[in-house]
């Protein structure tokens, strides 16, 4: 089994600059992709960048150009670095899993990124 543990976010005005970070533990063997997706109040969940096994990476138009996701080809942790922070990027940040045999996600806890003035 394989457990993700998410620390970071909070409160930042806009324009600032956020780093959120998720360990994984357990069979780390059997990720091949972990990544970061978002909800904000009233929305779908939705991607917002993902790190594959063999280093690729991927992120929604929305924020490319201002958060990079930064993984290691263990899958020990990934963490995600928002830059230049806007208050439409207010939600809650999940940490995801995605593993081979596939068999349902693994999900973090969540925790609350709220940008505001």
């Known amino acids: 089994q394989v457990q993700l543990v998410e620390s970071g976010g909070g409160l930042v005005e806009p324009g600032g600059s956020l780093r959120l970070s998720c360990a994984a533990s357990g069979n780390r063997l059997r990720i091949v992709a972990m990544g970061w997706y978002r909800q904000a109040p009233g929305k779908q969940r939705e991607l917002v960048a993902e790190?594959?096994?063999?280093?690729?990476?991927d992120y929604s138009n929305s924020v490319k150009g201002r958060f990079t996701i930064i993984g290691d080809s263990a899958m020990n942790a990934v963490y995600l670095q928002m830059d230049s922070l806007e208050p439409e990027d207010t939600a809650v940040y999940y940490c995801n899993a995605q593993l081979f045999p596939a068999t349902a996600d693994i999900w973090g806890q969540g925790s609350q990124v709220t940008v505001s003035s």
């Open positions: 790190y594959t096994r063999h280093g690729h990476t």
